[in-house]
């Protein structure tokens, strides 16, 4: 999503303080950053109670349609959509959660602060009959002193695209450390065509590059685990890569649209699944992928799942009557289920006996994205904040953009994190 004004910056400040949210930081980076960018609204035939749901404009043609569909095939409740468009869902999400029009039921991701502030519901009774058919890991990162909160609807893993052809031309192969990345873009940067591009942000890699690094964001214990000598030295090499004059800058859109990589204005993109229909209408067997290359030896390669998941307000009027409806579109009805995940772009169901049983995803580079997913994924972890993604992000402005010493601004981080850290856990 485009980058918000420092004016939207400040608003979600304020709103996320209000709702005992730490931090400001922008959606996508959230779990999300699953970059499915773009209201409106649609009722259900039921009759009694009304719910209102809340979604975010989802990039791909025919989401909006298909949510209100579902909806509208509900009969126990009337449920209207907001369909939020443009980059300020979050705010607009927190502002009404804090007013009397709040949404019964909306889309987010694993946040401990809505845990904690007991803005979202305990869905355990909902889930723990299919627990075992959900990917363990979506349910551990919904997951909070034995309580389940929020049903996970799409997995949508990142990892880099590229052109065949552009390989083949440059006589290079798929890079699989962080030093060989830069050296192929090289390779592959001419005065028409740039060799990468990481989005104009550059937020989207910060997680990757940790992973990648060997290390993480937090132990088992909730505690720093993302400050070591090999993420240090990914953020010294990102920067090499920066002044390059490889990497793609000031894109006409965010990481998460495939413009970039379909209208040839660069040879490697990180992007999400979602775009792969996109891309292979764009460029056919031209396309391949790989996982963001591992940085140390002790490292490996890594692929980011984003996704979306969905929250009941346990503050709201309906609590019961949301919970019912969550129930029957995200549990019950596997038709929507799969509809949901395939037919707007690809992603992932996080029920494993739809993953499995999905035929988009059992050949050619859909497959490929499975495998690498299952192999190389790493979900967000629940206690990871949102003050905590917007400090690392700002170790990755200011050492990558700005040249800083990597040292010394994971110093800056980690007061930032333990402080974070303290608060939620003690």
């Known amino acids: ?44 035939s039921g009759s009694g109670k009304t719910l209102v749901q809340y979604f975010h404009a989802y990039g791909e043609a025919g989401t909006e349609q298909a949510i209100k569909r579902y909806a509208k095939a ?34 987010f991701h694993p946040q401990i602060q809505l845990v904690k502030s007991g803005q979202v519901a305990d869905l355990t009774d909902l889930v723990d009959p299919v627990k075992d058919d959900f990917n363990p890991a ?25 052109r065949k052809s552009l390989f083949d031309e440059a006589g290079v192969g798929v890079p699989r450390t962080l030093d060989e990345l830069l050296a192929t873009a090289a390779e592959l940067t001419t005065d028409k065509v740039k060799g990468i591009y990481l989005g104009n942000t550059l937020h989207s890699i910060v997680n990757p590059l940790i992973w990648a690094s060997g290390a993480d964001t937090l132990d088992e214990n909730n505690e720093i685990a993302y400050h070591t000598d090999g993420v240090a030295g990914g953020f010294r090499t990102l920067r090499t890569l920066f002044t390059s004059g490889d990497l793609l800058l000031d894109a006409p859109t965010d990481f998460w649209d495939p413009s970039a990589l379909n ?16 891309m292979q209408q764009a460029l056919g067997d031209d396309l391949g992928i790989f996982p963001f290359p591992k940085v140390t030896d002790a490292g490996e390669q890594a692929v980011y799942n984003g996704g979306w998941s969905m929250f009941v307000n346990a503050k709201g009027r309906n609590v019961e009557a949301a919970k019912e409806y969550v129930k029957w579109l995200w549990i019950d009805q596997e038709e929507y289920q799969e509809d949901w995940a395939l037919s707007y772009g690809f992603h992932i169901p996080p029920r494993t006996s739809l993953a499995e049983s999905a035929d988009k995803l059992k050949s050619g580079l859909p497959a490929e994205g499975v495998k690498l997913f299952n192999e190389f994924g790493h979900f967000d972890n629940i206690g990871w904040t949102q003050a905590m993604i917007t400090a690392l992000e700002d170790v990755l402005a200011n050492c990558v953009r700005k040249g800083g010493d990597p040292e010394a601004e994971l110093d800056k981080a980690d007061a930032k994190v333990n402080r974070e850290l303290d608060k939620l856990f003690g």
């Open 138 to 162: 979506d349910i551990r990162s919904h997951t909070v002193d034995g309580k389940i909160y929020g049903v996970r609807m799409i997995d949508d893993p990142q990892f880099f695209f590229y």
């Open 1 to 44: 999503m485009p980058a918000p004004s420092n004016s939207t910056w400040d608003r979600r400040s304020v709103l996320r303080a209000a709702l005992g949210l730490a931090a400001a930081g922008g959606l996508a980076a959230c779990g999300g950053n699953n970059g499915r960018g773009g209201g409106g609204s649609g009722s259900g």
């Open 263 to 278: 209208q040839g204005l660069t040879a490697i993109q990180w992007c999400g699944m979602w775009a792969m229909p996109q």
């Open 74 to 107: 509900y009969e126990e409740a009337n449920v209207t959509t907001q369909w939020i468009t443009g980059s300020n869902f979050e705010s607009k999400l927190f502002a009404s959660l804090l007013t009397d029009k709040a949404p019964d039921v909306f889309e």
